[in-house]
T-cell receptor, first 112, second 110 residues
């Protein structure tokens, strides 16, 4: 069963703590992406990676960091520097950059 | 700078009728357009796409129309079914990245 998994589905953290969101895909896709969705807004690109050991900032990268040490994994760290971290986070992958993206189920992060 | 806009936040349609979702864009360099469907607390799923060299693409109940001169695309769903109730995002490809609209919440009423 090929797909993208994100864990956990719900995550709660105290303000000031860093938190890492997991994203794994077994689709053998080269490109992976992280988006953030807020109510009434579209999907905003945080970071993307075209290939292992390479990643680029998206439109709203401040306060976030990523790594791409393996083709199938693209974890996102929400740091304490992110001013409004509470949101729904979506991971996606595609065979290559610019092609149809397949999304994971998302992680809802709540920071209090 | 919102390059892809879905100006209707919500749309309500009676079951069996046609649903028309609209999307406008500003960047004439976009070469590929996609529609995604999203249920609450789930990731979006790819629905249908169209290349900028075409003006229509059809897949079952779903048809996407592209009007390049107006920089406008639309998604037609006919007949609409209760399971079509979801948020629909249009997306456009430019510089190898996808740019998403804000989404339109479609509600199909029995």
């Amino acid at each position: 069963d090929g797909g993208i998994t994100q864990s956990p589905k719900y995550l709660f953290r105290k303000e000031g703590q860093n938190v890492t969101l997991s994203c794994e895909q077994n689709l053998n896709h080269d490109a992976m992406y992280w988006y953030r969705q807020d109510p009434g807004q579209g999907l905003r690109l945080i970071y993307y990676s075209q290939i292992v050991n390479d990643f680029q900032k998206g439109d709203i990268a401040e306060g976030y960091s990523v790594s791409r040490e393996k083709k199938e994994s693209f974890p996102l760290t929400v740091t304490s520097a992110q001013k409004n971290p509470t949101a729904f986070y979506l991971c996606a992958s595609s065979i290559a950059q610019g092609y149809e993206q397949y999304f994971g189920p998302g992680t809802r992060l709540t920071v209090t | 700078d919102q390059q892809v806009k879905q100006n209707s936040p919500s749309l309500s349609v009676q079951e069996g009728r046609i649903s028309i979702l609209n999307c406008d864009y500003t960047n004439s360099m976009f070469d590929y357009f996609l529609w995604y469907k999203k249920y609450p607390a789930e990731g979006p799923t790819f629905l249908i796409s169209i290349s900028s060299i075409k003006d229509k693409n059809e897949d079952g109940r779903f048809t996407v129309f592209l009007n390049k001169s107006a920089k406008h695309l639309s998604l037609h769903i006919v007949p609409s079914q209760p399971g079509d109730s979801a948020v629909y995002f249009c997306a456009a490809r430019g510089a190898q990245k996808l740019v998403f609209g804000q989404g339109t919440r479609l509600t199909i009423n029995p």
